[in-house]
Nanobody, 125 residues
Framework: QVQLVESGGGLVQAGGSLRLSCAVSGRTFTSAAMGWFRQAPGKERHFVAVISWNGGTTYYGTTDYADSVKGRFTISRDRNTVYLQMNSLKPEDTAVYYC???????????????WGQGTQVTVTS
């Protein structure tokens, strides 16, 4: 079981950058794929990025969102933390961002567990 705490959100102008962090504890972290999702007000939670257990494989977005974050967001991880570097932010990136763990590399939210409380990102135009 993993426990996750997100941080790093805030208010930023369009074109700015933020770095989100997800502090992880628990025995299974080193073997878990870690993902970032986001949920805008009144909308469903959507996949943003995932990184494999060893950091060797990353994947961004789904069919609807691949172009929206491609080249702007970068997911990475170290021993105890997962990061989401977000550059060239746009107002449409405004959402609550969540991290979660999965037993395999996947974009399906239902396969993730240990969801954190989320961190708010607000991008103004």
């Amino acid at each position: 079981q993993v426990q996750l705490v997100e941080s790093g959100g805030g208010l930023v102008q369009a074109g700015g950058s933020l770095r989100l962090s997800c502090a992880v504890s628990g025995r299974t972290f080193t073997s878990a794929a870690m993902g970032w999702f986001r949920q805008a007000p009144g909308k469903e939670r959507h996949f943003v990025a995932v990184i494999s257990w060893n950091g060797g494989t990353t994947y961004y977005g789904t069919t609807d969102y691949a172009d929206s974050v491609k080249g702007r967001f970068t997911i990475s991880r170290d021993r105890n933390t997962v990061y989401l570097q977000m550059n060239s932010l746009k107002p449409e990136d405004t959402a609550v961002y969540y991290c979660a763990a999965a037993n395999r590399l996947t974009t399906t939210a239902e396969l993730y567990h240990g969801w954190g409380q989320g961190t708010q990102v607000t991008v103004t135009s």
